[in-house]
């Protein structure tokens, strides 16, 4: 049995950013012409009146102030108000392999070793640009990685599944490294049309090279991984091939992000506090002594109450750190965003934790500690 380590992390920011105010300026755009165009029948009573948004709204419910995109003039668009991203060739790198190859190679510029030394790609993300062939096939492809790779989706609890995952093929010899790649294009499955959840995504990809901990010096020991599902429809997304065989229901909200915030809170928000606070007495670890928190980026609130929870206090800015204000929600990489911004002040000994939480129910738990 063979330990890991976290040897690197690298990340990809797309270069557009909309702001709040732009974005409530495009819904509330559509509103009104939305009332307008309905003016009769919302009198009549037979169709309900959509209300806008605002700044103070979204900050208040979210924590959010802006998001980097992949395309910023379909979403600002009122008659548009999705990214609109022209569709590539089969010999063409796709957007999400491009994104995840952009991560991955900040990701390799840090650990310092050639792509080569990498044995297997796990390309672990919420939603998949396709069924096959698997990004991580593509994106191992376009680095000259020998091995295997495969496409895994556990909505924002994907990357550290992957994590997870790798650490065991670490174990048991099947690999020496591993690259875990989380590219997040979240805009393309959010509807922007609706007032409670047209500001939470945006996208980002994010790279993890996890490695034998013989192999590698400094780095971050894994001290344990813990990984938890629990069914729930609160969070859903229907989108699927299997959709054509519907038709009727093509182009229906459901097909994309759909989520009860408010029992997602309630119910979420103590299993992963509970998760936490369970793996570290396992570990023999003090959750109230841990130096950092990287948690899944969702909600500033959630993230602030888990916090409270495991340390049992107000955390400070540097014990909770928060980037979704800048990134928003990012899925699976906003914990690895969160890790790799806000890690450099640990000193070799110091222990700290990557979150995750989200549809599923799923949540994962990795401890690490600075070598």
């Given at each position: 049995m063979y330990s890991a380590v976290i040897a690197a992390t690298g990340l990809f920011t797309p270069p557009l950013s909309v702001s709040n105010a732009e974005?409530?300026?495009?819904?509330?755009?559509?509103?009104a012409n939305f009332n307008a165009r309905n003016a009769e029948a919302i009198a009549a009573g037979d169709v309900t009146a959509l209300a806008p948004s605002s700044v103070e709204f979204v900050v208040k419910a979210s924590g959010i102030k802006s998001r980097h995109v992949m395309n910023k003039s379909g979403i600002v668009d009122p008659e548009i108000m999705r990214p609109v991203l022209a569709e590539r060739s089969n010999d063409e790198l796709s957007i999400m392999a491009e994104i995840g190859v952009a991560a991955a190679r900040n990701a390799l510029a840090r650990w310092g070793k050639d792509a080569s030394q990498i044995d297997a790609v796990i390309c672990a993300a919420s939603n998949m640009q396709r069924a096959y062939p698997a990004m991580a096939i593509e994106i191992q492809q376009a680095l000259g990685i020998e091995g295997f790779g495969f496409d895994m989706n556990v909505a924002c609890s994907s990357a550290t599944f992957g994590i997870k995952t790798a650490v065991d093929y670490i174990a048991s010899g099947s690999a020496r490294?591993?690259?875990?790649?989380n590219p997040e294009i979240t805009s393309g499955h959010l509807n922007f049309c609706d007032r409670d959840s047209h500001f939470i995504f945006g996208d980002v990809a994010t790279a993890i090279i996890v490695e034998r901990a013989d192999l590698v010096e400094g780095g971050w020991e894994i001290l344990g991984t813990r990984l938890k599902t629990v069914f729930s429809n609160n969070i859903r997304n229907n989108f699927g091939f299997l959709n054509r065989a519907a038709p009727e229901g093509i182009g229906a909200s459901d097909k994309l992000f759909v989520q009860e915030g408010r029992k997602v809170f309630r119910e979420v928000v103590p299993m992963v506090s509970e998760m936490i606070v369970s793996h570290a007495a396992d570990l023999g670890l003090d959750p109230t002594a841990l130096k950092r928190l990287w948690l899944h980026q969702a909600n500033?609130?959630?993230?602030?109450?888990?916090?409270?929870?495991?340390?049992?206090r107000d955390p400070t800015p540097t014990e909770n750190v928060i980037i979704l204000d800048e990134y928003a929600n990012t899925s699976s990489a906003g914990s690895i965003i969160a890790f790799h911004k806000a890690h450099e002040d640990f000193s070799p000994g110091d222990t700290g934790l990557i979150c995750s939480f989200g549809a599923g129910y799923s949540a994962g738990t990795v401890?690490?500690?600075?070598r």
């Open positions: 974005l409530v300026e495009t819904f509330n755009s559509y509103v490294a591993v690259l875990v790649v500033i609130n959630m993230n602030d109450m888990i916090g409270r929870r495991v340390l049992g401890f690490v500690r600075k």
